[in-house]
């Protein structure tokens, strides 16, 4: 094993133990407290009766207090994950919350965790399941964060500094309790990590699980978008191919069709149980909008998100409380604009040859300087071979990337680190994500929504 793969296997292993360690560190931290203070939430004891279930008898369990402290546990969006977790989707409000955690806790409740229900009690094991998954997951997606910051900034000491900085973020609370953040961060990280690496087909399905954790999973389509952008473009004006082009933009669109198909799904499962079967004067509004929405309606409708709406005076502790999260993501888009203004505000198409090529997944293939043999050798080659030689094209710059080498055989025109075209689309999101939560969402979500991005 070489000193650069070595020293990776070393980051990523102290990166676990780190991100693991992190996560007892915080739950010790939440005992304490809640050992001290009463919880600010009271709704933890609110558990009536599944509407499936007429009656249902008192369970028997031989551990109580255990369980009771588990289920004390389960406030604020917990409430609703555990409720969908043990009756399905109930009530209208519920549906705001999406199902892919729900799904992955009832399964762990029914499967491993299953022989722990006598003793503590179903309810009580369906949040230790959630606990559990989500603290597995923000590992896994530690693990996922490193990976991709090495590719990106080609540094390894700067991505494993920035790992440990992300194991202990200021949102930490939210991704080690029954909060949809961690399966986010996870399918998210994991499926940037994936594209970068070549393998669309597998980040499709990631983004789309993101998808089915959190509404703005579906924002990862962007990267997509972003790819397709420029092929077509060098399709249409550089190749001067047209098929070629019409090509282009059909898998793009089509691989971004796949990542929104399951929040669409989830808002026809919606449609389907709340509207179907009702009088017109029975159903509510989001029912006869054009356009029936069930997570946008109650969005708006129960929790007040909409643009502007959240900019009132009594709201000023919040937007304090988000302050530092949004404060250091408009420093960081500055401060990159001040170092490529005109591969931020051209969206990468006035980037040099050889930064494109440091970037070549997101950025198409085949533009830097090279002989008319090398061109002539591509086309006379079959479109299958041409396909595996960008791949084995892409799979030599990650690794390149993710032995932390230098520039190499690239001009030094190609900046590495933050500076770096690599880090254009990640810029986008970002800025797209801040605004989204100073001006339309609850300003405090942006302490974990932005986080993540």
Excluded at 95 to 107: R, W
Excluded at 206 to 220: D, H, I
Excluded at 227 to 246: C, D, N, R
Excluded at 329 to 350: D, M, N, T, W
């Amino acid at each position: 094993m070489s000193t650069s793969n070595f020293q990776k296997s070393n980051h990523v292993y102290i990166i676990v133990k780190t991100a693991a360690c992190s996560r007892l560190f915080l739950l010790a931290l939440t005992i304490f407290w809640r050992s001290l203070f009463e919880p600010y939430d009271t709704s933890a004891p609110f558990n009536p009766n599944c509407l499936s279930l007429e009656s249902q008898p008192a369970e028997t369990v031989l551990w109580p207090r255990i369980g009771s402290a588990i289920e004390d546990s389960i406030v604020w969006d917990a409430v609703f994950f555990v409720r969908i977790a043990l009756c399905g989707y109930e009530y209208e409000q519920s549906y705001a919350f999406l199902p892919l955690l729900p799904i992955c806790i009832s399964f762990l409740s029914r499967t491993v965790f299953a022989p722990l229900v006598p003793l503590i009690g179903r309810r009580a094991v369906l949040g230790l399941s959630g606990y559990v998954l989500n603290n597995i997951a923000f590992v896994l997606a530690a693990v996922y964060f490193y990976k991709l910051s090495v590719i990106i900034l080609k540094d390894k000491e700067a991505a494993f500094r920035a790992s440990i900085l992300f194991c202990f973020n200021p949102a930490s609370i939210f991704y080690s309790s029954i909060y949809s953040e961690s399966l986010y961060a996870l399918f998210s990280l994991g499926g940037v990590y994936h594209i970068i690496s070549g393998s669309n087909n597998i980040a499709v399905l990631w983004f789309a699980l993101s998808g089915s954790a959190r509404s703005n999973g579906v924002l990862n389509a962007g990267y997509f978008c972003f790819q397709t952008m420029h092929e077509a473009y060098q399709a249409i004006f550089l190749k001067k191919h047209a098929y070629l082009s019409m090509q282009v933009l059909f898998v793009g669109a089509l691989r971004c069709l796949c990542i929104f198909v399951p929040f669409v799904a989830f808002q026809a499962y919606g449609y389907y149980n709340i509207c179907l079967g009702h009088l017109p004067d029975e159903m509510s509004p989001w029912c006869k909008a054009r356009v029936p929405l069930v997570y946008n309606y109650l969005q708006s409708h129960y929790w007040g998100v909409g643009f502007l709406r959240y900019f009132q005076l009594k709201q000023l502790p919040n937007f304090l409380l988000a302050s530092p999260i949004l404060s250091l993501a408009v420093c960081s888009i500055i401060h990159y604009v001040k170092l490529q203004p005109e591969i931020f505000f051209s969206l990468g198409f006035r980037a040099s040859p050889e930064e494109k090529n440091s970037a070549a997944v997101l950025f198409p293939l085949g533009i830097d300087k090279r002989s008319k043999t090398d061109e002539f050798s591509e086309k006379s080659i079959p479109k299958t071979e041409e396909k595996n030689h960008n791949l084995r094209r892409r799979k030599q710059l990650q690794g390149e990337a993710s032995a932390a080498s230098p520039i190499g055989n690239e001009s030094s025109s190609a900046r590495p680190g933050y500076s770096s075209a690599f880090v254009l689309p990640f810029v986008l999101h970002l800025g797209f994500m801040a605004a989204t939560a100073f001006f339309v969402m609850h300003v405090q979500v942006s302490k974990y929504s932005v986080n993540t991005t």
